[in-house]
């Protein structure tokens, strides 16, 4: 009784653990996605600098990277940076055209996007949790009280299989266990005694009589 007492206040605690996390949900990917369109509009504006000094040298950026990697161990270093500043602004324009405009049930689908680290951890440095009053913060805390009550229920269950087998094997050896019961007395030649019925009890002296 103390156990089932015991797991239920554990399977508790772990719905509402998974309640408040995943209640969080919808205000943290929304601060998210302020900060990616922030990142993308930074970005955007290094490479429209790069391409205007590369226009005045009439140069295409492809060109431009080009003679700036041939420019010693300097100007390669400062090529390669530009060239993954480039890579990083699509990466992060296409992460932020596939989530502007979409609702936190929609973001949980577009998963994938939001994977930029840099931005990851500025946005959960700046993040405090706060108790949801929107629909969806509410939906979402139903939902993660029920997958962390679930989630901690299937863990016990494994961790109960070793013990399971035990108390089969336990149960079945006491229903195959015997009724002993009590041997009833025979006689020397073999065949039990019976009571007869009105008849009184032999005394102990009594001799059978001999042959004539």
């Known amino acids: 009784m103390f156990a089932g007492m015991v797991i239920r206040a554990v399977a508790l605690a772990a719905g509402l653990t998974g309640a408040v996390g995943f209640s969080q949900f919808p205000e943290f990917t929304q601060q998210y996605v302020q900060r990616l369109g922030g990142a993308v509009d930074e970005l955007s504006r290094l490479i429209r600098d790069f391409d205007a000094d590369a226009a005045e040298l009439g140069l295409g950026r492809d060109t431009a990277l080009d ?7 300097f100007g390669a270093s400062r090529a390669e940076r530009m060239a993954e500043t480039i890579a990083r602004h699509d990466r992060l324009a296409a992460d932020l055209e596939a989530l502007a405009g979409s609702g936190a049930f ?3 689908a577009l998963a994938r996007h939001f994977g930029d680290p840099e931005i990851m951890e500025r946005t959960w440095q ?14 979402f805390a139903g939902v993660g009280f029920v997958s962390g009550w679930l989630a901690l ?8 299989l070793p013990f399971r087998p035990r108390r089969r094997k336990r149960a079945a050896a006491r229903r195959r266990e015997p009724v002993l019961s009590r041997p009833v007395p025979r006689h020397r030649c073999g065949t039990p005694l019976r009571a007869v019925r009105g008849s009184a009890p032999a005394a102990r002296s009594a001799r059978l009589p001999r042959d004539i």
Do not use: C, I, N
Request: glycine share 10%; aromatic share 6%.
């Open 126 to 139: 700046a993040y405090r949790p706060a108790v949801p009053t929107t629909p969806e913060g509410l939906a």
């Open 106 to 108: 929609q973001r949980v």
């Open 153 to 160: 229920t299937f863990v016990l269950s494994l961790l109960a």
């Open 67 to 73: 003679q700036l990697a041939t420019g010693g161990d």
